[in-house]
């Protein structure tokens, strides 16, 4: 899996788009970015995720440059409930990857009122 | 539908005993994994399984042994309990390589 690079923490207002970098710049071309958040200490769950098309759904949008060595993912309207540990994934190139997730630090996002 | 669910939520062991940590799925998944999360650190994957009757050692597996003898369960014993061992821990399963997984809710083992 490729490695990521993404801040320790980020505070964004309550309303606002928050916008939450990655960096993978050794990701391969089979590669998928992946991104998972976790709320105080539950267990992950999944926001959304993309090879090289920007993708959205009800909980966000994923914007992946055209080099595929960084990516975005955009919160349009944070709330409260919004704050957690946001983490960014590059895996699953198939093969002997089987699937597994390789977590980092991850980001804190701190919604504010 | 239940999902993934992990049982126990919570559990004491005192050095040296052994347990095991159960986590099922009603989704058919065919891909699991156990993680463990120590304070302030991001999941480490302990073992996974790809269907059933075959599991892999992930980033940190020793002191953990699996098994999965059905496509619903996927098991994870600790063998002799060790106060490096005190974590939380998360089972996944998802339906396939490039799915997204669903987590269970966590197991929160101290081992003293």
């Known amino acids: 899996d490729a490695k990521t690079t993404q801040p320790t923490s980020m505070d964004c207002a309550e309303g606002r788009a928050a916008n939450l970098p990655c960096n993978h710049s050794t990701i391969s071309g089979n590669e998928y970015v992946y991104w998972y958040r976790q709320i105080h200490s539950q267990g992950p769950q999944y926001i959304i995720h993309?090879?090289?098309n920007n993708e959205t759904n009800e909980m966000a949008s994923l914007i992946i440059t055209e080099d595929r060595k960084s990516s975005t993912l955009i919160l349009p309207h944070a709330t409260l409930r919004d704050t957690a540990v946001y983490y960014c994934i590059a895996g699953n190139a198939g093969g002997t990857s089987y699937g597994k997730l390789t977590f980092g630090q991850g980001t804190i996002l701190t919604v504010h009122p | 539908n239940a999902g993934v669910t992990q049982t126990p939520k919570f559990q004491v062991l005192k050095t040296g005993q052994s347990m095991t940590l159960q986590c099922a799925q009603d989704m058919n998944h065919e891909y699991m994994s156990w993680y463990r999360q120590d304070p302030g650190m991001g999941l480490r994957l302990i073992h996974y399984s790809v269907g059933a009757g075959i599991t892999d050692q992930g980033e940190v597996p020793n002191g953990y042994n699996v098994s999965r003898s059905t496509t619903e369960d996927f098991p994870l014993r600790l063998l002799s309990a060790a106060p490096s061992q005190t974590s939380v821990y998360f089972c996944a399963s998802r339906p396939g390589q490039l799915d997204k997984a669903f987590f269970g809710q966590g197991t929160r083992l101290t081992v003293v």
């Open positions: 993309g090879l090289k």
